[in-house]
């Protein structure tokens, strides 16, 4: 953490923060160095971020109850840095409505204060993308059902403090609506909010089924790529790469769809896939259609016996003789797992191409035999829906 925040006092600028309680709505990290409009107050009327402008999250900021923000594309947003109650995170209550629409041409972005990028551009040139926690993330809740120990209707989501309402999620209404995110890049966040607890790249809490997600990209977060508490929102054309932790979570009896992504370089797992908590089971959730580069991952996948996903064509790639081996498995009937492939060999650091089978890295797997080995993939994302607009292929992550 030392390295990134003297990284952070070189770019940008040093920082003077004024501590803040847990209570006070919303903390804010003062920092001279604004880009752009500073944004250091929960947003309480409707509001538009305009193409071709800038602005700057000074701490936690909430979109409140009723309001609708709307953010245009081409906008770039830009988190101070902070952690603790003081990490810059960007929130759509429950109730409140995010409208952001980006474009190929033309994509939202939303990273750290010390990222320099000339608007119009899509790439930034100083930031290393490995280089994480640096803000905190977006933040996204509804009023649909989640299933949690105690059988609340409602609790607060993690990243958030518990004094804050605004971090409530979870209700009734399953078909919810909390906006429309389209063509959005995220990076550098992930900041630590508490000892082991950072805040995800994307977090959905109980977000319904109205709510349109597609063409979302995660880049060098350090803790969850992107994750499901509960809720029924499908997410599509979803990519994540260079994460600190598990690439997809999901959790709490999600009930949605994640259709064709791509998961690169993953820190622990490709995916951690928990279900329900408390007595609601909910529909189960479906990922189908993606492609994981396992290079410095931990395993392929984590679950727990109240698993409730089916996953389809999935194909497996880029191990290496550092890719981990582990895999947790407590599967049962929920878990559905069929079309999985995996590619046969790795090269070593000698350059020697080593054979590599099924069992040599999901050997705790039930059922085996959804698992083929190949050369050529003949299942997984479609790369087309990724290029010209994810950081990730201008850098070549590829």
């Not at 309402?165 to 078909?175: C, E, F, H, K, M």
């Not at 054309?237 to 598990?246: C, P, Q, R, T, Y």
């Not at 259709?259 to 370089?265: A, D, E, P, Q």
Request: charged fraction near 15%; proline fraction near 2%; glycine fraction near 12%.
């Amino acid at each position: 953490m030392k390295k990134l925040f003297t990284l952070l006092m070189l770019s940008a600028g040093t920082l003077a923060m004024v501590s803040c309680s847990e209570d006070e709505t919303p903390p804010v990290v003062n920092d001279p160095d604004v880009k752009g409009t500073a944004v250091s107050e929960n947003i309480t009327s409707d509001v538009t971020w305009t193409t071709g402008s800038q602005y700057t999250l000074t701490g936690r900021i909430a979109v409140e109850s009723g309001v609708t923000l709307t953010i245009e594309r081409g906008v770039i947003i830009y988190g101070q840095a902070g952690t603790g109650a003081n990490a810059s995170a960007l929130i759509i209550a429950r109730g409140a409505t995010l409208n952001a629409a980006g474009t190929a041409a033309a994509p939202i972005i939303m990273t750290s204060i010390a990222d320099e990028i000339t608007p119009g551009m899509i790439d930034s040139p100083n930031l290393s993308a490995d280089l994480d926690g640096l803000w905190g993330g977006l933040i996204v809740l509804g009023n649909a059902r989640i299933s949690i120990e105690g059988d609340a209707e409602s609790t607060n989501i993690e990243g958030i403090p518990s004094t804050d309402s605004n971090g409530l999620y979870g209700g009734t209404a399953d078909n919810d609506n909390s906006g429309t995110i389209t063509y959005l890049s995220v990076r550098h966040g992930g900041s630590n909010i508490g000892e082991g607890n950072e805040i995800n790249g994307i977090t959905f809490g109980g977000v319904g089924s109205e709510t349109t997600v597609s063409h979302v990209e995660v880049v060098a977060n350090q803790d969850d790529g992107i994750e499901w508490f509960g809720g029924t929102v499908s997410v599509s054309n979803a990519i994540v790469w260079n994460n600190g932790d598990d690439a997809i979570d999901t959790d709490q009896a999600w009930a949605g769809t994640l259709n064709n992504f791509i998961i690169i370089n993953p820190g622990d797992k490709g995916f951690e896939l928990d279900g329900p908590e408390g007595a609601y089971a909910g529909a189960g959730h479906t990922i189908q259609n993606g492609t994981v580069w396992m290079k410095d991952a931990a395993g392929g996948y984590d679950d727990d016996s109240n698993t409730d996903a089916i996953v389809s064509n999935i194909y497996f790639t880029g191990f290496s003789e550092d890719s981990g081996t582990s895999n947790d498995y407590n599967v049962n009937g929920n878990f559905v797992a069929t079309n999985l492939k995996m590619d046969a060999s790795y090269q070593d650091e000698d350059d020697n191409t080593v054979a590599i089978t099924v069992a040599e890295y999901f050997a705790d797997m039930d059922g085996l035999d959804v698992m083929t080995t190949v050369e050529t993939a003949t299942v997984g994302a479609n790369t087309a829906e990724f290029t010209s607009w994810t950081f990730t292929d201008l850098r070549d992550g590829f």
